[in-house]
């Protein structure tokens, strides 16, 4: 029978179907299985509770050899040595003890391949096509643009993986999302993936496994489609797909990958990789089309990642947002500071932020500097420019765009998840308005009272140039 | 775990649809490596004034919610980050259950509560409960009208009671599994391990691409 790509993972990690539940559930929803997990990513916030669960009860971690660490959440991006907080100090200490105690291997502060966790995954080669890979952290679906079925977990699951390698889980249904067309640059992923969360809305792929596929995302490079796979959980599916293909093969087979097969068992391992595409006549529960032509640079103005207009529109009305009841967007809007009917072009920002799991890598460093050189950001505006990990950033610097950022006024930081979250002593001020280039924009997620608006790359350079956001396709650059 | 079987407390109302696990636990609060002490920081956010001092405008510091253990919200509660913290600060400040509504948006329905949330309540013995939008708000207007109202959310027979002059029920659905694992208060990971032979006996036929030596 034809499967999916998401079916064929599945299935070719169940241990076993749980036989102890009821007949009802069985039949409900196709019953429990013990799903095996081949990759098991930490990190220092989501970590502590599962180690101590697995002390309390004496039990080890099962295959420390396919489980890996690094911290990023707390991690201070000017001075990564000096961590001033005692708490987000603690919390990193307990991660570097963990490790040690059950033999995880941990890329820590000190190592050159630190960095968020779902930035290092792949640049590492553990991240690769037809894995099951869990992290406890809502944005590991950024893997599943390998083809590799990727989703986040709680604290209690991290201990069952850690205990077990295996998770008790409900098989999910498939949301088949195809992106017809082209985007025209500069329209890039974060435009198309803004542009889907406000079409099926932040729940509208809840219980869903979300399969990307069509001429947009064939065209895509791998770090454009782990921005599209990363927002998945911003639309409610826990994972994300990308069939892999040639560029998926390319970019594993590229630079020093040292987990990934090399040589002769590449070559192996891509042949059974091209067996992993969804079969032609495959059916999945809901399918989706969107035109990537169509769609102009997003830029969210509300307190949910749903909340987005075209660059081009306004601020909407109460009552005129779909999915959205009137007090929703009446209480985003009184949080945001912003009056219905404004130009979203008219909307000035004191910050910009470049960075975060789902655009600090390379090649949204090399989109923003490109826009940024020989430019000047605005005056009174601070732009800080965060590379996802330390090879992101070494690599930057090798091609001197950390000169370029730093000319043209911006702050050029060390690696982690700085301003996404504020979890360091990155945050928004209360009032603070920010472009951001991560993935979620509700209340207090920047710091306490600072407003948020979602944009990609190209949009927080120029919006870093501007003061405010701007239309960039009619930036000279871009043509028109 | 602790089994969930029926419970009877007052109910509060947090009037809002999305309410994201940042909301629920922000961040500040997550750089403890205990699995308690959360329960003060629940909304923190918004229960507090930057002074320290309680926002008497916030739901959960009006007299009239004080006490409750079952909280009642709008639709995609929880969403955003995996963070249990969310869960272990609910149960922390009291509650037992949580209750928000499903959605029709264009013939699909979409779930009350997100997927990771859910799981992650599920593991803790911390009852979701998914109504219909008319139904909740129909327990929101009531809780509106009588304060201090109170509710039963009865497990084994998938019913809220409000205790109302005169009762009102309302019947909801829960995946049997998760209803199984509730009521006996499962240990999850006892579970598994129990079939350690089948995984050993899978890990044997499977290639999990096992990563190359130390890198």
């Known amino acids: 029978m034809a499967q999916t790509l998401f079916e064929k993972i599945w299935s070719r990690h169940v241990v076993m179907m749980l036989p102890d539940l009821p007949a009802e559930a069985s039949a409900q929803a196709g019953g429990t299985a013990i799903l095996y997990i081949d990759r098991h990513l930490v990190h220092e916030v989501t970590s502590p509770q599962a180690f101590e669960g697995l002390r309390l009860s004496k039990r080890t971690v099962r295959r420390p050899e396919l489980t890996f660490a690094t911290m990023d959440h707390n991690v201070p991006t000017v001075d990564r040595m000096v961590i001033r907080d005692p708490i987000s100090k603690a919390q990193i200490e307990a991660l570097e003890a963990n490790c040690r105690e059950f033999g995880v291997t941990l890329y820590d502060l000190k190592s050159d391949k630190q960095g968020i966790v779902h930035i290092i995954g792949p640049e590492l080669g553990l991240t690769l096509p037809g894995l099951t890979m869990v992290c406890g952290d809502s944005h590991t679906s950024t893997h599943g643009a390998f083809g590799a079925l990727a989703f986040g977990i709680g604290t209690s699951e991290v201990e069952h993986v850690l205990a077990t390698q295996c998770l008790p889980q409900q098989k999910a249904k498939t949301l088949k999302v195809e992106f017809t067309g082209r985007p025209k640059p500069p329209v890039s992923a974060k435009d198309l993936i803004l542009k889907l969360i406000g079409t099926i809305g932040t729940a509208g792929g809840t219980g869903y496994v979300l399969e990307y596929c069509g001429e947009a995302i064939l065209a895509l490079s791998m770090e454009a489609r782990m921005t599209i796979c990363n927002m998945s959980i911003e639309a409610g599916a826990r994972a994300g797909l990308v069939a892999p293909d040639d560029t998926t093969f390319e970019y594993i087979a590229r630079g020093q990958r040292p987990f990934a097969p090399q040589g002769k068992a590449l070559d192996g391992a891509i042949a059974r990789w091209r067996t992993l595409p969804s079969d032609p006549g495959a059916r999945y529960d809901r399918e989706l089309t969107i035109n990537a032509a169509e769609i102009a640079p997003q830029v969210t103005w509300g307190t949910s990642p749903g909340m987005v207009a075209d660059v081009t529109g306004r601020v909407p009305q109460p009552g005129d947002v779909p999915g959205y009841s009137r007090s929703d967007v009446e209480q985003a809007l009184a949080y945001m500071g912003l009056v219905p009917g404004t130009l979203i072009t008219d909307i000035a920002v004191a910050t910009v932020f470049i960075g975060s799991c789902t655009n600090a890598r390379i090649e949204d460093l090399r989109i923003a500097a490109g826009i940024l050189k020989g430019r000047k950001v605005a005056k009174g505006v601070r732009v800080l420019v965060v590379p996802g990990s330390q090879q992101v950033r070494a690599q930057a610097q090798a091609e001197g765009l950390d000169r370029v950022f730093t000319t043209a006024g911006c702050e050029w930081r060390e690696s982690g998840c700085s301003m996404c979250l504020g979890m360091n002593p990155d945050q928004l001020k209360p009032g603070e308005r920010c472009a951001s280039t991560s993935n979620r924009n509700f209340e207090g997620r920047q710091g306490k009272g600072g407003r948020t608006h979602l944009v990609s790359p190209h949009m927080a350079a120029a919006t870093a140039v501007a003061g405010h956001f701007v239309d960039i396709r009619r930036w000279p650059e871009h043509g028109s | ?215």
């Open chain 2, 1 to 215: 775990m602790t089994p969930f079987r029926s419970h009877r407390g007052k109910l509060a109302v947090v009037d809002r649809a999305n309410i994201d696990t940042d909301a629920i636990i922000p961040k500040q609060h997550l750089k403890s490596i205990a699995r308690t002490g959360f329960g003060a920081h629940l909304f923190s956010d918004w229960r507090y004034a930057s002074d320290g001092t309680p926002n008497p405008e916030f739901a959960l510091n009006q007299p009239t919610f004080a006490g409750a253990s079952i909280l009642v919200a709008r639709n995609n509660f929880g969403c955003g980050s995996s963070r249990e913290h969310a869960v272990w600060a609910i149960q922390q400040g009291g509650f037992q259950a949580v209750i928000a509504p499903w959605q029709d948006r264009n013939g699909t329905r979409v779930p009350a509560f997100a997927d990771i949330f859910r799981n992650n309540a599920n593991k803790n013995a911390l009852l979701t409960v998914e109504l219909s939008a008319p139904e909740v708000e129909e327990i929101v207007q009531m809780a509106g009208r009588y304060a201090g109202l109170e509710a039963t959310v009865d497990l084994d027979h998938q019913r809220v009671t409000l205790h109302l002059p005169e009762e009102m029920a309302f019947h909801f659905e829960i995946d049997a599994a998760v209803k199984e694992r509730l009521v006996h208060g499962i240990d999850d990971i006892g579970i598994t391990l129990e079939h350690e032979a089948a995984i050993t006996a899978f890990e044997a036929r499977h290639d999990p691409q096992r990563p190359r030596a130390s890198a």
